[in-house]
C-alpha cells in the first residue's frame, strides 16, 4: 500500500502554506535550539528550575521502585549467604577477633594522630555528614553522568558539596531542588578531582571518561609510576573534597598515566552520604599556641597595617627562627591593640 | 431494530485519542531516565526518540515537521542533556525523516530499520558533541554499546508503536 501523500494536497493554496509553514517552524525551532544551547553554555543554571521541577515529581514513584530493588537486592543476597554459612561463620569469628586488636591499635593511633594535629595547629575539618540517601536515577541515556539524589535543599543539601558512598567517592552536588539534587558522577567528563596514590602520595588528578571509568593524569610528567591494582584517594588540595576518600582502582596504564576503575559504583550502592565542602586546613596559631609554618608570610597580614616600621622588623625577627618561634604571635597579639590605640 | 448495527457502524475514534495516543507515547519514552537505574555508563537507549521515529515512519504525516521542537524540548528536560541539544537534532532528524518521504514512497521493512539506525546513530553522536562542544570531551567508543542497543531496540518499539496505533484508531 502506498504511504498518504499529502506533499501537495491538490491546489488548496491554504494547505499548500501550512506545508511551507511546517518547514518554516522545523527550521526555525532547529535554530531555536541552537540558540538555547548557547544559553545553556553561557548560564548553565538557566534550566536548573525546570529541571529540579521534573525531578522532583519524578522522585515519589522513583523512590517506590528504588526501595524496591535494593530490597530484591538485599534478598538475594541474605539467600546467597545460607550456601556455606557454616564454614563463613567460623571464618567470620576468627577475623572478628583479629580485627578486635587492630581496632584497639587504630584507635589509639587515631588519638595519638590527633594529639600531633593539635600539635602543629592544625584544625581538621572533617567533612561532617549534611545528609544520608539514596542515588534514585541517573541520567542513564545521555552522555553526560548525572544522578538524582533524593534529597535536596530542605534537608540542607547545598551546591558543591561531596558526595560518597562506604566504598569511596561517588561525585558532587551540582544542582539542589527542595527535596531532591543532581549530582555529577566521578564518571562524568568535566568532573575532575585531584587525586594522590594511597602508597607514596604521588599527585595526580581523575576525569572521567564517560563509561563508568576515569583517566588518572599525572601532574609531573616522566617515567610513568603507576601499577596496575595501585589505590587513588582524593588528596584534598584545593577543597571540596576531603582527603583519603577512596576513588578508583588503576586498572590500565597509558602514555600520559593510568586508567582507573572506581572504587564506588554508584550502581551497587545503596545509601550515599552528603558531606559539607571541605576547606584546606586552617591555620589558626590561637588554638596551639604554635606559630603557623610559614609564619613569615603571615606576620605582616595579622599586625596592624599602619605600626610604625621601626617596630616590624623587632617583632618579625623571633618568628623568622623556627624553634622560639612559639611565643611570637601570642606576644605580638596584646602589642597590636595599644598601636592601634596610640594612632588616633 | 436499528440500535444494535447503529453502534457497529459508521464510527469514528475517539478524537481526542487519536491524537494523545502518539503524543502520550513519545513523552513516556521521554521519561525512561526516570527509571530507578543508575548507571555509570550511557547505556539505555533514547527511547523517545526511538518512538518518535518509529510513528514518522509507520505514520508518515502524523505530526507537522516542526514537532520536534515540543518534544525534544520536553526530552532535554528529562535527559541530563543541556536544553536545546534535543530540539535542535530531533528538529533535523524529523525534517530528515520528511525529505526521505518525499523522494523514497517504496521503502520495504529494512529499509526503513537502515533509516531509523541512521538516524539514531545521528541522534547519539549529535548528543556527544554537543557535549563535546560545550564542555569536555568525551570518547565516541563509549557510545557504542547504547547505538547498538538502540538500533536493535527499534524493531521492537516499532511492534509496540503499531499495537498502539491500533488502541489508537480502534472504532
Known sequence: MAPPRNRRPGFSRKAQLQIFTGYLLAFTGAFAGLLLLALSHFDPAAFSAVRSVAAELGAPPARLFTGMRVGVQDGWREVAAYFNAGSKNAELQREVERNRIRLIEARALKQENRELRRLLGLIKQEGRPVATARLINSSASSSRRFATLDVGSRQGVQRGQPVRAQRGLIGRVLETGPNTSRVLLLSDAENVVPVRRARDGIVAFSQGRGDGRVDIKLIDIGINPFKVGDVMVTSGNGGIYPPNVPVAIIEKLTGDGAIGKLLANPAGTDFVIVQEVYEPELVDPEASGLPPANAEAAAPLSAPRKSEPAKKPATRAPASTAAAAAPAPAASAPQAPPAGQVQP | ?171
Open chain 2, 1 to 171: 431494530m436499528n440500535a444494535p448495527y447503529r453502534a457497529r457502524l459508521n464510527r469514528e475514534p475517539s478524537a481526542f485519542r487519536k491524537a494523545a495516543v502518539p503524543i502520550g507515547s513519545v513523552l513516556i519514552g521521554s521519561m525512561t531516565p526516570l527509571l530507578p537505574i543508575v548507571a555509570s555508563a550511557p547505556v539505555l537507549p533514547p527511547f523517545g526518540l526511538v518512538v518518535l521515529i518509529c510513528w514518522q515512519l509507520l505514520r508518515p504525516g502524523i505530526w507537522p515537521v516542526w514537532a520536534g521542537v515540543p518534544f525534544g524540548m520536553f526530552d532535554d528536560i528529562m535527559s541530563g542533556q543541556p536544553v536545546g541539544s534535543a530540539v535542535l537534532l530531533w528538529s533535523i532528524i524529523l525534517i530528515a525523516l520528511d525529505l526521505i518521504e518525499q523522494r523514497y514512497i517504496w521503502r520495504n521493512y529494512w529499509q526503513d530499520w537502515f533509516i531509523a539506525a541512521l538516524c539514531l546513530i545521528f541522534g547519539l553522536a549529535g548528543g556527544l558533541a554537543i557535549n563535546n562542544f560545550l564542555v569536555s570531551d568525551t570518547r565516541l567508543s563509549v557510545l557504542y554499546p547504547q547505538m547498538i542497543l538502540a538500533i536493535f531496540t527499534y524493531p521492537l518499539v516499532l511492534r509496540l508503536v503499531a499495537r498502539l496505533d491500533h488502541i489508537r484508531l480502534k472504532r
